[in-house]
């Protein structure tokens, strides 16, 4: 079939007959795929022009709604992706990691766009910051969407996950997407994008496909673009380097090659859970998706005394996997993606074959199940154990992206350490072993080099997702030669997307621009008591006051015996005076949290649902008996929850005693209702 791409709004096929995409098991051709003469101008202009207006008109929530329908509804259908994914050599395990888990990627993102991000377009960054003494003048650090589109780049391995992972943040943050699968798997990455468009949730232009190669787009891009990356370091460095890459200081988020190493603690000697767990794990990650991922285990970094057994071990296990074709319930591992990747692996292990010794002779065909080996791309696994691990570069410098890793032995932790180092940037590295002065020890002499770091001993491995599955809340990414980026990572991953500015101004001002009310701003009167206000009718700095209270000796002494905190500076006067920071009896601090809801909450069924917490207490200054408080609240900021019939609504609070001092600050959070509740002290008055 002719695999058409998704521009200014149609689907359209490039001039010529395209490039042939094949069968990774059969070799027949799949699809072809061109975008020769398509004006790549044209498309950036589209969504920036079309696309980004649409999406930013929309809240994070509504955003995050959108991908939220969308990943239910590909949920649904997702058989239909797991039957085109068997084409590209995947088994029906490797399907699940890049179909489910780029669907619960999207889901991910989805949720925490609901729960993480304000019901707004603009997104406040940290607290606000005073920059004068009497808070006349003040700062504020926001982030807004880019004006641009977002150019997405995606490496042959992983088609549907590759996508998702970096298109969800993207339209979370209010930015279009242009995605650039790998030409061999476009297909896959095609039908779950054709999927997406005839669900007709996102707006015209926020999504476009380009199926065949990139023309001249980079040269289009400008300062309110974005270039997400994955593939190989020598691309990322052509595109980073870009004229008008760098003419416009164009953001470029790249994840690249990555020689990861797995490290088995000195004490996970052979007959240890963490032993047998290490085995099990360096053969899942040379076999699962035949070894073609970034994050896969290239170097098994081995305590020397060990060296032997975790080799045989780990041969042993790859002597029963099943290889052919990955329709077949009982195969293991499929071929590589496509024939050319298959020459690439092979001539890369005759490059580690210099300076590494296969553990069991490497045959040249394998024999593989219900297929053909040379018409598909089968590799069979390659275990090598390296002569010289100290001094070899090559062991740190190819990467076979295949079914390739390399027994490496050490002698003490600093050279474990070293020898993952020599890397020069990874991915993800892992640790096995059930000391935590060793893993300690080891996670921090990796973390320089390393994006992540996953520690399993055998109290956490059942859970444990494993050493090559980069999880939605985590960053994915790494320093150096994995590509400098950070993708995923929760709110992280949607930071790439925004404009981070500095705000400074008076409290007024940084309440109207920001949405949120600053300390120092004017207060409103509300008319009534605010708890008494519906969601839609608070307005930020609606503000409450209340009339004072005494705090008495009997006060303190009552709540200690309902609470049961009978601390010192509460009870007894003596030890009290003795404390330097109070001098006296004083009363707790929970009592004044407590006394001050006394004092602003109103009693009476109304629109407040429930209080769900506070955020940022503070105990600023002691209060002692006969002193007297008073409570400010001020509506802070709102968040609507539109499809549960309630908001979140934030308060601002401060107690002062009578000389006006805050003695306690700290936000209250409420749910409020959308909908107006009668005042039955007004009827009761009628």
Known sequence: MRLESYVLGEWRFGRGEGSALRDATTGEVVARASTEGFEHGA???HA??????ALRTLTFHERAAMLRTLGKRLLEIKEEFYELSFRTGATRADSWVDIDGGIGTMLVFASKGARELPNARVYLDGDVEALSKRGTFAGQHL???????????????????GMLEKLAPAILAGLPVIVKPATATAYLAQRVVRRIVEQGVLPAGALQLLCGGAGDLVDHLGCQDVVSFTGSASTAATLRTGAAIVRHSVRFIAETDSLNSSILGPDAAPGTPEFDLYVAEVVREMTSKAGQKCTAIRKAIVPAPFADAAAAAIAARLDAIVIGDPRLAEVQMGPLASREQRAEVLGRIEALRAVADP???IAGAPRVRGADAREGAFVAPVLLRCRDGISSDVIHSVEAFGPVATVIPYRGLDQAIDLARRGEGSLVGSVFTSDPAIATELVLGLAPYHGRVLVVDRHCAAESTGHGSPLAPLVHGGPGRAGGGEEMGGLRGVLHYLQRIAVQG???MLTAVGGRWVRGARERDPGRHPFRKPFGELAIGDTFRSGPRTVTLADIEAFAALSGDHFYAHMSDADAARNPLFGGRVAHGYFLISAAAGLFVDPDYGPVLGNYGLDGLRFVKPVKPGDS???????KHKSLRADKGWGEVRWDTEITNQHGEPVAVYDVLTMVSVTAVPDRREENRE
């Open 629 to 635: 408080i008073q409570v400010r609240l001020t509506c």
């Open 506 to 508: 008076s409290p007024d």
């Open 359 to 361: 553990v069991r002779e």
């Open 48 to 53: 920036r022009r079309v696309g980004g207006p």
């Open 143 to 161: 982030c807004v969407p880019l004006e641009g589109a977002a150019v997405q780049i995606n490496a042959f391995n992983f088609p549907v996950w």
């Open 43 to 45: 498309i950036l202009d």
